[in-house]
């Protein structure tokens, strides 16, 4: 893969070049119209946002040198209550084939040359990939996203982050040794009744605790979290869409409340705008609380067995590339029922 570890205009640039590198559509960045002024659609807003940053924040929560953040609440005992989980062996992957094809939501689609040696019988393959946006199922380290100059932990980012060296602390190789806990499906378009959510749909702290209640889960420390909203079912059926459906700025605190270890959604978990606050679940995620965000994962087949087998949790495994110095990884988790 050419220049594997580059680092993503989404951790290089301005607020404005953040939001467009991660997925974020325009009109959604914008407001309403071309050079409109960004119209508020959340549940709050941007002073609200700035108080959750600081006074909801797990900094030193671990230590001052902390790399990990909330993957510490993946203890040894939270691993085996997961392996408990694993009661018919079956595997289901999270993760969405490379699309291959640029499209609305495929800015930059999966290049790869395949070299074949007729000679020797043999096929070798170059790939790249440039994985941040809303088009490979990847994860988020904690040197991707900064606010107000610092990462997770108080980090300087201006320190930390070097488009030649990429992150020299918070790096995707935290999770070297794998990642194994619980993992939580949350099925918002079942709960509604419907196949997918429409595009912008946003999904709220009460869509979240009413469907705990119907599928008689609770999420809890060290869990990894994953919302379905059903965007591959609707690419599916409608094609390609940049407008994806996600949570309400005011999800954030929820995140602390329940002590999160990971989160994901089957698009790229933010929907809606808070002016002068891009990316604001994403932003709280990652700096605030230290919770790795995995994106565009798709949702449709788990939510499939889980519905069959009437389980909402199970085992997750996962394992990003050990890329050095990385801002995040192209991954596959998958689902042990």
Not at 64 to 93: C, W
Not at 197 to 211: C, Q, R, S
Not at 250 to 278: H, M, T
Request: glycine letters at 10%; charged letters at 20%; a neutral charge.
């Amino acid at each position: 893969m050419k220049n594997p570890n580059r680092v993503q205009a989404s951790v290089i640039g301005a607020a404005a070049v953040i939001a467009a590198a991660i997925g974020v559509p325009a009109a959604q960045q914008a407001g309403q119209g071309r050079g409109a002024a960004p119209v508020n659609d959340s549940r709050t807003t941007k002073e609200e946002l700035d108080k959750w940053m600081k006074e909801l924040s797990n900094w030193g929560r671990w230590g001052k040198d902390d790399q990990r953040g909330a993957a510490n609440l993946i203890t040894p005992a939270k691993r085996k209550q997961a392996l408990a989980l694993a009661r018919t062996g079956e595997t289901v992957s999270l993760a969405h084939d490379t699309l291959m094809d640029k499209a609305v939501d495929a800015a930059t689609p999966f290049e790869h040359r395949t070299t074949i040696m007729a000679e020797r019988g043999i096929a070798v393959e170059q790939q790249q990939v440039s994985f941040h946006g809303s088009t490979f199922t990847h994860l988020d380290a904690l040197c991707h996203i900064s606010y107000q100059g610092q990462l997770y932990n108080g980090v300087s980012f201006q320190k930390t982050v070097s488009e030649a060296g990429g992150c020299n602390n918070l790096a995707i190789t935290t999770f070297k040794d794998g990642i194994v806990t619980r993992g939580i499906l949350l099925d918002i378009p079942r709960l509604k009744g419907v196949p997918y959510l429409d595009a912008g749909a946003k999904v709220y702290i009460e869509d979240v605790e009413a469907w705990e209640k119907k599928a008689g889960i609770k999420i809890g420390p060290g869990d990894a979290v994953f919302l379905r909203t059903g965007r591959w079912a609707r690419r599916a059926k409608e094609g390609p869409f940049a407008n994806f459906a996600g949570f309400d700025a005011s999800f954030a605190p929820f995140l602390k409340r329940r002590d999160f270890s990971l989160i994901g959604s089957d698009a790229v978990l933010d929907a809606g705008n808070v002016p002068g606050f891009p990316l604001a679940v994403h932003t709280f995620a990652l700096v605030a609380v230290g919770v790795n965000i995995f994106d565009n994962l798709d949702l449709e087949a788990v939510a499939e067995t889980a519905a069959r087998l009437n389980r909402w949790e199970f085992m997750l495994t996962a394992a990003p590339v050990r890329v050095t110095n990385g801002t995040g990884s192209p991954i596959n988790p998958i689902a042990v029922f």
